[in-house]
């Protein structure tokens, strides 16, 4: 059963990067057919998916956030990791790492999830 685990600062300043990692176990990031994808859920709102990064190394991202958002991964760790830059407090939210069979996804109920970890953009 795969599982995976966020990790990364809980406090980013302003402007800054915001730099989160996802550590895969019980499945490759190379498995074919699947999609490794970014969501966040700010407070009091829905949850919004930002980006994926395929099995082939092909990235995805929201139209939204594409200008502000790089998602990379290293294979021989199996990681994948969200880089989201020029941050303000609008990017405070819970953001989830997730596997799933297709590029988007936007509901806790497909694909496996991570638990989430909390990130407050503040000075």
């Known amino acids: 059963q795969v599982q995976l685990q966020e990790s990364g600062p809980g406090l980013v300043k302003p402007s800054q990067t915001l730099s989160l990692t996802c550590t895969v176990s019980?499945?490759?990031?190379?498995?074919?057919?699947?999609?490794w994808s970014w969501i966040r859920q700010p407070p009091g709102k829905g949850l919004e998916w930002m980006g994926a990064?395929?099995?082939?190394?092909?990235?995805y991202y929201s139209p939204s956030l594409k200008s502000r958002t790089s998602i990379s991964r290293d294979t021989s760790k199996n990681q994948f990791t969200l880089q989201l830059s020029s941050v303000t407090p609008e990017d405070t939210a819970v953001y989830y790492c997730?596997?799933?069979?297709?590029?988007?996804?936007?509901?806790?109920?497909?694909?496996?999830w991570g638990q989430g970890t909390q990130v407050t953009v503040s000075s």
């Open positions: 997730a596997r799933a069979r297709q590029v988007v996804i936007t509901t806790t109920s497909s694909g496996s």
């Open positions: 019980g499945g490759s990031i190379t498995t074919n057919s699947y999609y």
């Open positions: 990064i395929a099995y082939s190394g092909n990235t």
